[in-house]
């Protein structure tokens, strides 16, 4: 089998993308590429390049269309520059391949949060769902609709100055008003478990169908799973989806009435993003006596200040078989285009570990976040507690069993005697 020393057009640790890009290490992927952390060469940075599905074995027209496909994600991503969202920097073509080339920011996903800690709070929820949707108000000014608002795309920053930033990511999927030119009919695109009834009814998506998107994202980080449960099977949850009727409200205190609002069946009766925003940030603000302006340009602390506790080290618990369903995305490739089976998609700031192995009856998450080899925070993989008390045990065990022989060969010597 080849490897990347023996093809060096095969992208591997040390490849230079562009002449520009060195890869260091591969930090995430899935059906729509596969993401590097990278160091650009020219500017001495550290960056996230995004390989977009390979066009070797494609017919020239299946690979000019992923190729405008990537141009084009790049252009949606370009225009928008808000604090809340991550950064596209450059369009890069290697050897004709396309490569997306985003702001790296040392992070862990909502969805990697709640993987530990299975909620997070109402205060912090409100700031996380305000900033977003600040970030998205800007979006769809620029008329961009993202179509996959979900806790895997909301990264929260966990290094440096900047621990506690909230970034929304991945317009890979993200539709321009007036891009219309590669839009396939019929086609859904996107995470069934935070879709809007319509968009799972086969309606185009829209600025509404974001705001019952980031809904089904907040209420996801109240209540622990998605407001139509999960299903392994897509398109059985594409069927509840559609027919609206979300589980019921029972953790989210203030929340609830801004989380009906945002989930409400009718795309028409929805708030707008703004809308959206404003009520949130209020929510925080009063939650944690600050002002909304705090709210939205601060980062996410506890009433005395400190980082969360989820930002710190410890072994996330382990997640249910039917929530891991939840993060499926339906992502169909072009005519034409070998789609990779089995992947999901990931953010450029998750762990590669987060991809789920299939059994015959379960979905399973390997362990990840700050307790697995995290390369996006720089954390080795800690020794598990259970591991700790094993090891603790079994040096008890030995050390009594020494005793123990020692007593007996002291009590020997003294009978010979």
Same mark, same amino acid.
């Given at each position: 089998?080849? /490897?990347?020393?023996?093809?060096?057009?095969?992208?591997?640790?040390?490849?230079?993308?562009?002449?520009?890009?060195?890869?260091?290490?591969?930090?995430?992927?899935?059906?729509?590429?596969?993401?590097?952390? *990278?160091?650009?060469?020219?500017?001495?940075?550290?960056?996230?390049?995004?390989?977009?599905? $390979? !066009?070797?074995?494609?017919?020239?027209?299946?690979?000019?269309?992923?190729?405008?496909?990537?141009?084009?994600?790049?252009?949606?991503?370009?225009?928008?520059?808000?604090?809340?969202?991550?950064?596209?920097?450059?369009?890069?073509?290697?050897?004709?391949?396309?490569?997306?080339?985003?702001?790296?920011?040392?992070?862990?996903?909502? *969805?990697? %949060?709640?993987?530990?800690?299975?909620?997070?709070? +109402?205060?912090?929820?409100?700031?996380?769902?305000? #900033?977003?949707?600040?970030? =998205?108000?800007?979006?769809?000014?620029?008329?961009?609709?993202?179509?996959?608002?979900?806790?895997?795309?909301?990264?929260?920053?966990?290094?440096?100055?900047?621990?506690?930033?909230?970034?929304?990511?991945?317009?890979?999927?993200?539709?321009?008003?007036?891009?219309?030119?590669?839009? #396939?009919?019929?086609?859904?695109?996107?995470?069934?478990?935070?879709?809007?009834?319509?968009?799972?009814?086969?309606?185009?998506?829209?600025?509404?169908?974001? +705001?019952? /998107?980031?809904?089904?994202?907040?209420? !996801?980080?109240?209540?622990?799973?998605?407001?139509?449960?999960?299903?392994?099977?897509?398109?059985?949850?594409?069927?509840?989806?559609?027919?609206?009727?979300?589980?019921? %409200?029972?953790?989210?205190?203030?929340?609830?009435?801004?989380?009906?609002?945002?989930?409400?069946?009718?795309?028409?009766?929805?708030?707008? =993003?703004?809308?959206?925003?404003?009520?949130?940030?209020?929510?925080?603000?009063?939650?944690?006596?600050?002002?909304?302006?705090?709210?939205?340009?601060? +980062?996410?602390?506890?009433?005395?200040?400190?980082?969360?506790?989820?930002?710190?080290? /410890?072994?996330?618990?382990?997640?249910?078989?039917?929530?891991?369903?939840?993060?499926?995305?339906?992502?169909?490739?072009?005519?034409?285009?070998?789609?990779?089976?089995?992947?999901?998609?990931?953010?450029? !700031?998750?762990?590669?570990?987060?991809?789920?192995?299939?059994? $015959?009856?379960?979905?399973?998450?390997?362990?990840?976040?700050?307790? /697995?080899?995290?390369?996006?925070?720089? *954390?080795?993989?800690?020794?598990?507690? #259970?591991?700790?008390?094993?090891?603790? *045990?079994?040096?008890?065990?030995?050390?009594?069993?020494?005793?123990?022989?020692?007593? +007996?060969?002291?009590? @020997?010597?003294? @009978?010979?005697?």
């Amino acid at each position: 089998m080849s /490897s990347v020393a023996d093809n060096p057009r095969v992208p591997g640790p040390q490849y230079l993308v562009a002449g520009r890009y060195r890869l260091l290490s591969r930090i995430g992927g899935g059906g729509m590429g596969t993401v590097w952390l *990278a160091r650009d060469q020219l500017l001495d940075r550290e960056v996230a390049v995004k390989q977009v599905i $390979s !066009t070797e074995g494609l017919s020239e027209d299946s690979a000019d269309t992923v190729r405008q496909r990537a141009m084009r994600e790049g252009r949606i991503a370009a225009r928008l520059a808000h604090r809340n969202a991550i950064a596209m920097h450059d369009v890069a073509l290697d050897s004709g391949e396309p490569w997306l080339v985003m702001e790296y920011l040392p992070s862990r996903s909502v *969805a990697q %949060i709640l993987h530990a800690t299975g909620t997070i709070d +109402v205060a912090q929820s409100a700031q996380i769902g305000a #900033q977003v949707a600040d970030a =998205m108000v800007d979006a769809h000014a620029a008329g961009i609709i993202h179509r996959d608002i979900k806790p895997g795309n909301i990264l929260i920053a966990s290094t440096g100055r900047n621990a506690g930033l909230v970034k929304i990511t991945d317009f890979g999927i993200s539709h321009a008003k007036d891009d219309v030119t590669l839009t #396939q009919t019929g086609i859904v695109t996107g995470t069934p478990a935070y879709f809007a009834p319509e968009v799972a009814r086969g309606q185009l998506p829209s600025e509404a169908s974001d +705001v019952y /998107s980031l809904g089904a994202t907040i209420y !996801t980080m109240l209540e622990g799973l998605p407001p139509f449960g999960v299903d392994e099977n897509s398109l059985a949850l594409l069927h509840k989806v559609a027919r609206a009727k979300i589980n019921p %409200i029972t953790k989210a205190g203030a929340l609830e009435p801004i989380l009906r609002k945002l989930l409400e069946p009718s795309p028409a009766r929805r708030p707008t =993003m703004a809308q959206a925003r404003d009520e949130l940030a209020a929510i925080a603000a009063a939650a944690t006596h600050t002002s909304t302006d705090q709210v939205l340009t601060g +980062v996410l602390t506890q009433k005395d200040g400190a980082l969360p506790i989820w930002m710190q080290k /410890s072994r996330p618990r382990t997640i249910a078989p039917d929530a891991a369903a939840a993060q499926r995305t339906i992502t169909p490739a072009p005519s034409g285009t070998a789609q990779q089976p089995g992947t999901l998609p990931l953010s450029h !700031t998750h762990d590669p570990s987060y991809a789920p192995t299939m059994s $015959s009856d379960r979905l399973h998450f390997p362990g990840h976040g700050a307790g /697995s080899a995290n390369r996006m925070t720089g *954390a080795f993989p800690e020794p598990r507690p #259970q591991q700790q008390s094993s090891t603790t *045990a079994l040096a008890l065990s030995v050390f009594a069993f020494f005793v123990v022989l020692a007593g +007996v060969a002291i009590l @020997l010597i003294a @009978l010979l005697k």
